[in-house]
T-cell receptor, first 119, second 116 residues
Framework: GAVVSQHPSRVICKSGTSVKIECRSL??????MFWYRQFPKQSLMLMAT?????????EQGVEKDKFLINHASLTLSTLTVTSAHPEDSSFYIC???????????????FGPGTRLLVL | AQKITQTQPGMFVQEKEAVTLDCTYD???????LFWYKQPSSGEMIFLIY??????QNATEGRYSLNFQKARKSANLVISASQLGDSAMYFC?????????????FGKGTKLSVKP
């Protein structure tokens, strides 16, 4: 199946710093990528939809100035958590849709996730 | 209102037996897709099976099958011949066609534990 990578897999940072998370589709092109957030023992909640070459669409309650999303190419989307605080500690996971509809037309392929801990 | 409901927070099954994980959904769309994902403790989301709303037959993928009952709006996952490695969180998800860019809406998940 299609492969999506995320980097870093785990990051610990001090409060007030910014953290950049990369999401790459390795063997397919993705015009649309999604960023989800998952708190411990909870479900995935959509944060934003990242579209190549245009502004991201944020879900209600997600601060766009805090969670900066850039989708510079068909294979890369980045999420930057700016001025991170302990409450931003979470599991961030991205997914990508295959532009060429490999496999199931609507299947989303997920990255392995990034665990962020803000001290 | 919840769009995806998984009523079983946790399930136990004996190794080699079959288990059914429940999922009901709520949508007014005629065209939609239903997914099941497995999330082991490592956190990765592993795609298991997909059912389109217009698919007449229940989807099957190896030991996984989806019991799709459209009128009841249910999409239960059946895992046959459970293995110890099946122990994980299982999420049911839906993609609606209207008002979305293809993102998935997830249920709260069911934690499956396979006993030896």
């Amino acid at each position: 199946g299609a492969v999506v990578s995320q980097h870093p897999s785990r990051v610990i940072c001090k409060s007030g710093t910014s953290v950049k998370i990369e999401c790459r589709s390795l063997d397919f092109q993705a015009t649309t990528m999604f960023w989800y957030r998952q708190f411990p023992k909870q479900s995935l909640m959509l944060m934003a939809t990242s579209n190549e070459g245009s502004k991201a669409t944020y879900e209600q309650g997600v601060e766009k100035d805090k969670f900066l999303i850039n989708h510079a190419s068909l294979t890369l989307s980045t999420l930057t958590v700016t001025s991170a605080h302990p409450e931003d500690s979470s599991f961030y996971i991205c997914s990508a849709r295959d532009l060429n509809n490999r496999g199931h037309e609507e299947t989303q392929y997920f990255g392995p996730g990034t665990r962020l801990l803000v001290l | 209102a919840q769009k995806i409901t998984q009523t079983q927070p946790g399930m136990f099954v004996q190794e080699k037996e079959a288990v059914t994980l429940d999922c009901t959904y709520d949508t007014s769309d005629q065209s939609y897709g239903l997914f099941w994902y497995k999330q082991p403790s490592s956190g990765e989301m592993i795609f298991l099976i997909y059912q389109g709303s217009y698919d007449e037959q229940n989807a099957t993928e190896g030991r996984y099958s989806l019991n799709f009952q459209k009128a009841r709006k249910s999409a239960n996952l059946v895992i046959s011949a459970s293995q110890l490695g099946d122990s994980a969180m299982y999420f049911c998800a839906m993609r609606e066609s209207r008002g979305s860019q293809g993102n998935l809406i997830f249920g709260k998940g069911t934690k499956l534990s396979v006993k030896p």
